[in-house]
């Protein structure tokens, strides 16, 4: 009780950057955008040029928000300097991962920001054309990203053409590959690398991707200056980031809070608490991240401290897992959901999200141990050997379920039959 009392309240400490307050909850229209500086950014980078930009991006120590947190200018800097004639940029909207929902809320509220984002990549990429990637099911934010493109053509915003691209409503749809060959018609899979995209991407030419909340993010930093946002946060993870807050908590959706935050934090002061009361055990920070125990609840939020304890804030989708949690049907579910979206392109995939349902199944019907030592061994003889990133994804929750909640999987698994297979 007395840490809750001590506690800073996190939006008296922060400003946020990407969902100010509003009247309203449809589409910000340009007129309110640029009301609150909307569009500023990209007229300065216009007259300071490309370079500018890049240094302000750098400045500001952006990482990608869509789940691999890769440094945004170097990313640029390396389409950039591609050779081609041709190159384009892409906004990544194809949010999939159940459990998040802010790149949808964004895009749905403040389809500006995001278009403002990806004119400003263009720009700073040397790009001649985008497009704004989402997936078929998102009527909402596909109408509101059309309204803004309107807008901005009209006002002679568009330094570039933008079209709009739904791709099919898959999780490995978001992929960044797999999101190039869903605008070329081919069919939604993750590509071999490398190639990487800012090489060869959409139709052979030099292409950066990048997820919708970093290029908002962009936005803002071309408007109020890549210092301004490298304030905010922590020693290496900058600014804010979007969290989504399960049902199980008071005040559900989506957040807004800087790096530095707790899980605590989020789930106390942000998400009100648990709905039903009871005490929380651990998080997931995202479905394809590491869980953390209650141990781990005060730790700041930053790539650099949880990578150490096997997690990463990921796309900020958060699971708590309380009191009532039954820990080994949740680690089921989690990997009949990896096993169900794995494309099928690479056998190492299918082997490893296969068997992990399988061996984490025989846990739930008390077959008794042998399963952690399985898991394990699957789960590092499968890393690195995927087109994508999915085949190490499925693996980071259940592995660390393993560690964290050791005890409710040796109780489920029971001690098996005497003298028989593990
Ligand atoms: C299976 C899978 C699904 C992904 N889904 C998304 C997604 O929905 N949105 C997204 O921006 N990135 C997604 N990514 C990450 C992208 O491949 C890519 O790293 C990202 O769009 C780059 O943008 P950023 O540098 O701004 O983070 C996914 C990756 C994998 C392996
Ligand atoms: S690693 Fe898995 S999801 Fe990724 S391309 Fe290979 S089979 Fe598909």
Redesign the pocket.
């Given at each position: 009780m007395e840490r809750r009392r001590c506690a800073p309240t996190i939006r008296a400490v922060h400003p946020t950057l990407l969902l100010p307050a509003r009247a309203s909850t449809g589409p910000e229209s340009l007129a309110e955008y640029r009301a609150r500086g909307g569009y500023d950014g990209l007229a300065a980078a216009r007259t300071r040029g490309a370079a500018w930009l890049r240094g302000e991006v750098a400045t500001a120590q952006l990482r990608?928000?869509?789940?691999?947190s890769?440094p945004?200018a170097r990313?640029w800097e390396l389409a950039a300097n591609a050779a081609g004639d041709e190159k384009f940029v892409v906004g990544?909207g194809?949010?999939?991962?159940p459990g998040s929902d802010k790149?949808k809320v964004l895009v749905a509220r403040h389809p500006h920001a995001v278009l403002e984002g990806l004119l400003l990549a263009g720009l700073a990429t040397g790009a001649q054309k985008g497009w704004i990637y989402l997936i078929e099911d998102m009527h909402g934010p596909r109408a509101a990203i059309e309204q803004a493109l309107a807008e901005a053509k009209a006002a002679g915003l568009l330094a570039f053409p933008v079209a709009v691209h739904l791709g099919p409503t898959t999780?490995?749809a978001?992929?960044?590959t797999a999101a190039l060959n869903a605008i070329e018609g081919k069919p939604a899979k993750p590509r071999k690398k490398p190639p990487f995209p800012g090489e060869a991407g959409l139709f052979g030419k030099p292409t950066t991707?990048?997820?919708v909340e970093?290029l908002a993010h962009v936005a803002w930093i071309a408007r109020h200056g890549g210092t301004a946002f490298a304030s905010i946060g922590t020693a290496e993870s900058k600014g804010t980031l979007l969290f989504t807050l399960p049902a199980s908590v008071q005040r559900p959706g989506v957040h807004e809070a800087p790096f530095g935050v707790t899980y605590r934090q989020l789930i106390e002061q942000v998400g009100g608490g648990l709905r039903n009361g009871g005490s929380v055990r651990g998080v997931l920070p995202a479905m394809s991240s590491g869980f953390l125990g209650a141990d781990a609840l005060d730790v700041p939020i930053a790539y650099e401290t949880l990578r150490p304890l096997g997690s990463s804030p990921g796309c900020g989708g958060v699971r708590i897992v309380d009191d009532r949690t039954d820990v080994v049907a949740l680690a089921v579910e989690i990997a009949e959901f990896f096993m169900r979206e794995q494309c099928g392109q690479c056998p190492p995939c299918r082997m490893e999200t296969n068997q992990f349902v399988h061996i984490l199944k025989a846990v739930q019907q008390h077959k008794g141990p042998g399963y952690d030592d399985k898991i394990r061994k699957l789960a590092e003889f499968s890393r690195k050997k995927g087109f994508?990133?999915?085949i190490e994804?499925a693996a980071a929750p259940v592995v660390s379920a393993l560690g964290v909640f050791a005890a409710d999987f040796a109780a489920a698994a029971g001690p098996g039959q005497p003298g028989g297979a593990s």
């Open positions: 990608g928000r869509g789940g691999a890769f945004t990313k990544n194809g949010e999939h991962e790149d999780y490995v978001g992929e960044e991707v990048n997820n970093t994508c990133s999915l994804m």
